[in-house]
């Protein structure tokens, strides 16, 4: 009879095992590893060497707090000849006298999340039993089998390696790259995003069921969106819109998730103050590429908001064109949401690829503040039916506008335009800060037959295009509008008919926030008789003041502009919006030292202060993964006159070589949500050799 065969110590090769799965930005502390690739673990026995004649080795792997077999969450499976690559094997790899190392396979259908390993040895009757620790299994698109594979290897890395991005701001006719930081890899984020998972009200009502269906990204995915605001659970963030902010962070303070995800965290998964869109898309951007979902950041500017699912945003508007009581429906100036790529095996096939995902809470999904995830190519086609949540999407980017402006005989006159809504929907290009324009994955170009055809499809309703007006008008801005200054805009009028048009023109601009709510007035002109000669263009000035603007204006730092044209004849109304967004100054950034791992280095941060009045309060962050180890502050004390700098030096270490990112952000009395970042290629730190 042979001797027992005992298992003396063990090596889960974390260090190699991350690397090849990537995920060793994480460290080398843990096991990390994704599904549909194997993994290595050495076993170093005592007394003798293993023999497969008489020895028997099996694992176990369990995830969630009740693993059972039948639901996926546990899983008994022995040493083996080969990797059996439709469930959970093992299979010799080497053998060195009473070491061996073993590969074990999770298959690409595998429940995410944390597991425990334990091995069972057993020789002739004689057994004993070893727990060989923990390791966490993330969704792996670089497995060919499993369902969020990405055939290109520079879109995987974009999509679920980098820890930084570009989320477009601004207006369709200015817009601007705002840097995040995603940190997916930074230290504690991988657990806070399965405690997330964990938090959710799916899990805490049947654990069995919510850990069975973790092998699935289209529900994994719906839960973050839904677990990212607070609104049905303990959710990540606060969401405000209203300008006050003071009991917490305003939305556009931000540099990155990382300090929002710790914030959560730390005080016991009570929401963090406060989120925005591009907040909401950006802390689910990283949860998502954390968990190893391909995700990427979107931006779509003259976003819909339709209440009552009739695909049709419906606005009021008194005689100056100033929008009134009347509706729920809504445009924002830019809407920003997730795209997760992921094949669709719940639905018909044509339906795989990017998936939308918006954890904005704005309508409910099955009686939860989530949306999606929905095809981008349902969306595209205007296939309503499909789930999840494609009509909500279909409106944002495709609804039409229809203004009822009141008369002076208080009756309404309605005009109804086909091409405001889904403009110029922008993400970060493939490895640069470049906008990637992807209008053309969500819709037909506008006023196209295809367009029409699908809105008429999503309607179910032939849908004639308006009648085209011979009277238009279109706002027009002076070059180079910074905070500070004083501007013009135009009203530009066309008469293209071949008579001449006695018209009214009521022309004014609002302070706006860039979910459309309106402030205060900061200009009007009511020009009463204009005549417009046939085939004729004329332009109509108005001055902006900085006085007038710089104590109202918002953090979204935006005006609205409004120029309402009535035919004095015929009583065609004809409108022109456009949102102008002032610019904020610069950020100077400047790395001194030598940028080598573990080094110090120093950033110097100056800003020239552009406004006619002194900055009080002013303070800078500085965020980068790999960079800082968390946020640095520094706050200026005195005041910053015109035209003078504010000025700092921030030190900080980097933890990681290669490609990094430093965000920074300027806050002050004055100025807000000031940002800048600055590209830093960290060396790794010299192997010195030895005589």
Not at 21 to 30: A, E, I, L, V, Y
Not at 158 to 183: A, C, R
Not at 313 to 321: L, T
Not at 524 to 541: C, G, H, Q, S, W
Request: net charge neutral.
């Amino acid at each position: 009879m042979s001797t027992a065969l005992l298992l003396e110590k063990w090596d889960l090769q974390c260090k190699r095992n991350n690397k090849d799965h990537r995920t060793s930005d994480t460290g080398s502390q843990r096991l990390l590893v994704r599904r549909g690739q194997s993994f290595l673990v050495t076993l170093h026995f005592s007394g003798r060497t293993f023999k497969k004649e008489v020895d028997k080795l099996t694992f176990h792997v369990k995830t969630g707090p009740r693993p059972i077999q039948t639901s996926g969450t546990s899983s008994s499976f022995p040493l083996s000849s080969s990797l059996k690559k439709a469930k959970w094997s093992s299979a010799v790899e080497g053998q060195d006298g009473s070491s061996m190392t073993i590969l074990i396979f999770p298959p690409p259908d595998a429940r995410i999340g944390r597991y425990r390993l334990t091995l069972e040895v057993s020789t002739e009757g004689q057994g004993s039993s070893c727990d060989l620790g923990e390791f966490i299994l993330f969704f792996n698109p670089w497995s060919k089998d499993d369902t969020v594979y990405m055939e290109s290897e520079e879109a995987r890395v974009e999509y679920v390696l980098t820890q930084h991005g570009q989320i477009y701001q601004g207006s369709k006719d200015f817009f601007l790259g705002i840097p995040w930081i995603f940190g997916q890899f930074e230290e504690g984020i991988v657990d806070i995003c399965l405690q997330l998972l964990d938090t959710n009200p799916k899990f805490l009502l049947n654990q069995d069921k919510d850990c069975s269906r973790r092998n699935s990204p289209v529900y994994v995915s719906r839960v973050v969106s839904a677990m990212v605001n607070c609104n049905d659970d303990n959710g990540i963030l606060y969401g405000r819109w209203d300008n006050q902010y003071e009991d917490g962070m305003s939305p556009l303070s931000w540099n990155g998730s990382v300090d929002i995800l710790r914030r959560w965290e730390k005080f016991g998964c009570q929401p963090v103050r406060y989120g925005q869109c591009w907040v909401f898309a950006a802390v689910a951007c990283t949860v998502l590429r954390c968990l190893g979902i391909p995700t990427r950041v979107v931006t779509n500017f003259e976003s819909a908001h339709d209440t009552n699912s009739n695909l049709i945003i419906e606005r009021y508007m008194d005689q100056n064109g100033k929008r009134q009581p009347g509706s729920r429906d809504s445009i924002w100036n830019y809407h920003c949401w997730v795209e997760s790529w992921m094949g669709r095996p719940d639905l018909a096939a044509g339906y795989d690829g990017w998936q939308a995902l918006d954890p904005t809470p704005q309508e409910k999904s099955e009686g939860v503040f989530c949306c999606g995830p929905a095809p981008v190519k349902a969306i595209k086609e205007g296939d309503l039916h499909v789930k999840y949540d494609v009509p909500f999407v279909f409106a944002e980017v495709n609804a039409d506008v229809v203004n009822f402006v009141l008369q002076d005989d208080m009756s309404w006159k309605k005009t109804t335009y086909t091409s405001l809504v889904g403009m110029k929907i922008s993400t970060k290009s493939v490895g640069s800060d470049t906008r990637e324009d992807i209008t053309h994955h969500y819709k037909y170009p506008e006023g196209s037959r295809e367009e029409r055809a699908v809105f008429a499809k999503a309607l179910h309703r032939k849908d004639p295009a308006p009648a085209k007006g011979g009277l238009k008008v279109r706002i027009k801005a002076s070059e180079g509008i910074n905070n500070g200054c004083d501007f013009k805009v135009f009203a530009v009028l066309v008469n293209n008919t071949a008579e001449e048009h006695r018209c009214r023109l009521r022309f004014g601009t609002h302070v706006i926030s860039y979910n459309g709510a309106l402030g205060p007035e900061i200009s009007f002109k009511d020009l009463r008789n204009i005549t417009l000669e046939p085939y004729a263009k004329r332009t109509v000035p108005l001055r902006i003041l900085y006085e007038k603007y710089g104590h109202c204006l918002t953090q979204d730092n935006m005006i609205k502009v409004t120029a309402l044209l009535t035919d004095l004849g015929t009583q065609e109304v004809v409108l022109g919006i456009r949102s102008i967004y002032i610019k904020n100054p610069d950020i100077k950034i400047r790395v001194l030292g030598e940028p080598m791992q573990k080094r110090k280095l120093v950033a110097e941060l100056t800003l020239t202060n552009p406004l006619p009045t002194p900055l009080t309060g002013c303070v800078f962050t500085v965020e980068g993964a790999g960079l800082t180890d968390g946020q640095k502050v520094q706050e200026i004390e005195s005041p910053i006159g015109p035209g003078e700098e504010a000025k700092v030096r921030v030190d900080f270490v980097p933890r990681r070589s290669g490609l990094r990112k430093l965000v920074v952000d300027f806050e002050s009395d004055k100025l807000k949500g000031v940002k800048g970042y600055q590209d830093v290629i960290i060396a790794p730190p010299p192997k010195w050799s030895r005589p």
